[in-house]
């Protein structure tokens, strides 16, 4: 009986710890993605904060809570940080050197264009903040 409830708790955390690498994993190489995008996008790097939204105009999360979302962190940090909307649809081969799969996805960007955060999905402003500021 409890040699059974250990197997089970081993097999139900190494699920966990895979799908954890795995999320890891995907973030690691969609960063890395990201990074051979940002010269195709901006030519240069950019001088601030930059987050890359991709959205299509058929998205509802998109439109009822990440772009007011962004929209909010655009008015509280100002001149300080640049929101670049791109609509997927219009640019699939933008959204695929990019390794974007689902809309919302937002990458955050630091001043010399490195990709610091990828966003599969809604990222709610709270976050946004928070990885803005450790920009």
């Known amino acids: 009986m409890n040699?059974?409830?250990?197997?089970?708790?081993?097999?139900?955390?190494?699920?966990?710890?895979?799908?954890?690498?795995?999320?890891?994993?995907?973030n690691q190489r969609l960063l890395a993605r990201a990074q051979g995008g940002v010269h195709a996008l901006f030519g240069a790097q950019p001088d601030k904060p930059t987050i890359v939204y991709f959205t299509t105009p058929d998205c509802a999360p998109c439109k009822t809570i990440q772009r007011p979302a962004l929209e909010k962190l655009t008015?509280?940090?100002?001149?300080?940080?640049?929101?670049?909307?791109?609509?997927?649809?219009?640019?699939?081969?933008?959204?695929?050197t990019w390794g974007v799969m689902s809309v919302p996805t937002t990458f955050l960007l630091d001043q010399k264009g490195a990709a610091k955060y990828v966003n599969t999905g809604v990222a709610r402003l709270e976050k946004l903040m928070e990885q803005v500021k450790t920009l």
């Open 3 to 26: 040699s059974d409830i250990l197997l089970r708790f081993g097999l139900a955390l190494g699920i966990m710890v895979s799908g954890v690498v795995i999320y890891w994993y995907l």
């Open 75 to 96: 008015s509280l940090f100002g001149e300080g940080i640049s929101v670049i909307e791109i609509d997927a649809s219009q640019n699939p081969e933008l959204a695929k």
